[in-house]
């Protein structure tokens, strides 16, 4: 463990390798990249991720079409909010740490939290997830929801563009191939949709380009800063918090917030809370399973999730219309996930 022993509980954080893992690691981060067999830690983080996701969406839902609130960038605010000030608190009470192998405080003095150093350090971090939160709240205008999801998906081919841009990662036939079946399976379920407008599918392509982005700086911050996840959604947050806050208030989302009439109201104010708690989770399953596992396998998790997400929505929701290319295309896309997710437990 990271952490000497203590009387106090520990959650689980981005931990250095073991001793015979160290080994591996320090051979070339090119041969770990091309057939390394996902650990049981980073298939803990992506089933986590997934778990998440899939219940913060169906909360979210709630609160945004069940309820009504009018604006998605205030809960987004909340949930910031929410996700520093339990770090906060759970720092202060030395249940966790910002840094990978940093024993836990033994005093209550407040300077082992982050340096400004080591904030400007991540600053690229809030940078990509402003431009990557700004974006894929754009590109949802241009393009109908069949098409916008047929293209997010392709995320996954941009993901491992940029990894082999930034940081030169290849990998083998077997993981190049159930990425191709994915992003095959994303233009059939939505080839009934082909519509063509070029601004939206701009928009949605600088989107997957701005996710890929952000999803390698998570990897090569958290490399590169000596942060476990904590540490990084610390950072994040204090950086991005004030600047989402000044979006919502020049917009008008806060005033509308403040008079949506249901604000007070206890079913409301339990989604909500829930909703909030459920995001510093998936925040957390983020950078775990990104700094664990990769900038890919967190997309190829994403691509997981979103089939799950169609599921539950259609039957608890309904309304969802399907044909037999839209079947098609996602038991192809499941099945390019689920190859993706084999070959990377075995280590192909």
């Not at 759970?90 to 400004?116: C, H, Q």
């Not at 159930?178 to 080839?191: D, K, P, R, T, Y």
Request: charged letters at 10%; a positive charge; proline letters at 4%.
């Amino acid at each position: 463990m990271a952490f000497s022993s203590s009387k106090n509980p520990v959650l689980p954080v981005a931990d250095p390798p073991r001793n015979e893992e160290k080994h591996r690691l320090l051979k070339g981060y090119e041969k770990l990249s091309q057939g390394s067999a996902m650990t049981k830690r980073g298939a803990n983080a992506a089933i986590s991720y997934m778990s998440c996701a899939v219940l913060l969406i169906l909360f979210n839902k709630a609160a945004l079409s069940s309820y009504g609130f009018p604006s998605a960038n205030v809960i987004t605010l909340l949930q910031m909010v929410c996700s520093c000030l339990f770090l906060y608190l759970l720092r202060r009470w030395k249940i966790i740490t910002f840094y990978v192998g940093e024993s836990l405080p033994t005093s209550d003095s407040n300077s082992n939290f982050i340096a400004f150093k080591m904030l400007m350090h991540t600053l690229p971090l809030a940078v990509t997830y402003l431009f990557y939160m700004v974006v894929t709240v754009e590109s949802v205008r241009g393009v109908n929801v069949p098409m916008y999801t047929t293209l997010r998906r392709t995320t996954v081919a941009f993901t491992m563009i940029v990894e082999y841009v930034l940081a030169r990662q290849r990998y083998t036939p077997p993981i190049v191939g159930s990425v191709g079946l994915i992003v095959l399976g994303a233009f059939v379920a939505g080839a009934r949709d082909l519509s063509f407008d070029f601004y939206g599918y701009a928009v949605v392509f600088l989107a997957n380009i701005a996710t890929a982005i952000y999803l390698a700086t998570i990897a090569r911050i958290g490399k590169s800063s000596g942060l476990n996840s904590f540490g990084l959604m610390w950072c994040n947050g204090v950086i991005c918090g004030p600047f989402l806050f000044i979006w919502t208030l020049i917009r008008g989302d806060l005033k509308m917030a403040i008079h949506f009439p249901c604000l007070f109201s206890l079913g409301f104010l339990i989604v909500l809370l829930l909703s909030c708690t459920l995001a510093f989770f998936l925040n957390y399953s983020i950078f775990l399973n990104t700094t664990l596992n990769s900038a890919l396998t967190q997309t190829i998790c994403g691509n997981l999730k979103d089939l799950f997400t169609i599921g539950l929505g259609w039957v608890l929701f309904g309304g969802l219309p399907f044909d037999i290319l839209n079947i098609i295309g996602q038991f192809l896309g499941f099945l390019g996930s689920g190859l993706y997710a084999y070959f990377k437990l075995v280590g192909k």
